[in-house]
């Protein structure tokens, strides 16, 4: 009986550790990749969740590429993400991100909170088009 309770125990802890880690790596200071593609006529789509680490404190986005070989300009905006309910109270919307440049994304959002960037292509893309970066939180 002892050593199965080591066995739970020890694994046990080993869960812990990984899902520890895996928190970490989505703290909002930490720039997390993205490569997604924006849907055509000019839809939305969203990058993976962060969790601000500070209140009121505006997101970071740095673009990669953005398909069509220089064709295209974004848009970005940083929202709060609620499981269940999904995106609501979304920051000011920054236009014209250009590939490979860096923006601020306004958010007055508390520390703890979800949220995801949103990009968007501006006007109307004919093409789905690859946005590529990375951003944090905050």
Same mark, same amino acid.
């Given at each position: 009986m002892r050593i199965g309770k080591k066995v739970v125990a020890i694994g046990t802890l080993a869960i812990g550790i990984s899902? !520890?880690? !895996? /928190? /970490? !790596?989505?703290?909002g @200071? @930490? =720039?997390?990749g993205y490569n997604m593609i924006a849907?055509?006529?000019?839809?939305?789509?969203? @990058? *993976?969740l962060q969790t601000k680490s500070y209140t009121n404190v505006a997101g970071y986005v *740095?673009?990669?590429?953005?398909?069509?070989?220089? =064709?295209?300009? /974004?848009? !970005?905006? *940083?929202?709060k993400y609620t499981f269940g309910t999904g995106i609501s109270g979304c920051? @000011? %919307?920054v236009s014209n991100v250009y590939s490979y440049g860096y923006v601020n994304l306004p958010q007055t959002a508390t520390a703890?909170?979800?949220c995801v960037a949103t990009f968007s292509?501006?006007? %109307?893309n004919w093409v789905r088009v690859n946005i590529q970066g990375y951003w944090a939180s905050n």
């Open positions: 899902l !520890a880690g !895996a /928190a /970490a !790596a989505n703290a @200071t @930490t =720039l997390l849907p055509y006529w000019g839809g939305g789509v969203n @990058t *993976q *740095q673009t990669g590429y953005i398909g069509g070989g220089g =064709l295209y300009n /974004a848009n !970005a905006k *940083q929202c920051g @000011t %919307l703890g909170t979800s292509i501006q006007g %109307l």
